[in-house]
């Protein structure tokens, strides 16, 4: 599975983006993906994940109500609608694909994509 974002830039507090993740190759095989972020000197956290069969989120307290994932099954490609930035928000955002083959589960990562936000 290869995972290329895009979407990000510099945009002002009170902003809004929108991040794309497309998916390729063995995209059948993909559970859950997710969107990741890490903002300088601090560890990668969670933003949000969506399941490939169900479409249940699950969101960060700190995005909840500003940021919407989803997901175009058809162009195997995942959102992330990001409303209301904060400053906060800025960090390089990563997309996530978790898949499963048999009894093994693998585990993707995007290139990452930079957002900063400016107060």
């Known amino acids: 599975v290869q995972l290329v974002e895009s979407g990000g830039g510099l945009v002002q507090a009170g902003g809004s983006l929108r991040l794309s993740c497309a998916a390729s190759g063995s995209t059948l095989s993909i559970n859950t993906m997710g969107w990741y972020r890490q903002a300088p000197g601090k560890q990668r956290e969670l933003v949000a994940t969506?399941?490939?069969?169900?479409?249940?989120?699950v969101y960060a307290d700190s995005v909840k109500g500003r940021f919407t994932i989803s997901r175009d099954n058809a162009k195997n490609t995942m959102y992330l609608q990001m409303n209301r930035l904060k400053p906060e928000d800025t960090g390089v955002y990563y997309c996530?694909?978790?898949?499963?083959?048999?009894?093994?589960?693998?585990?993707?990562w995007g290139q990452g994509t930079q957002v900063t936000v400016s107060s």
């Open positions: 969506i399941t490939s069969s169900s479409g249940a989120t």
């Open positions: 996530n694909a978790n898949a499963r083959v048999l009894l093994s589960v693998f585990e993707y």
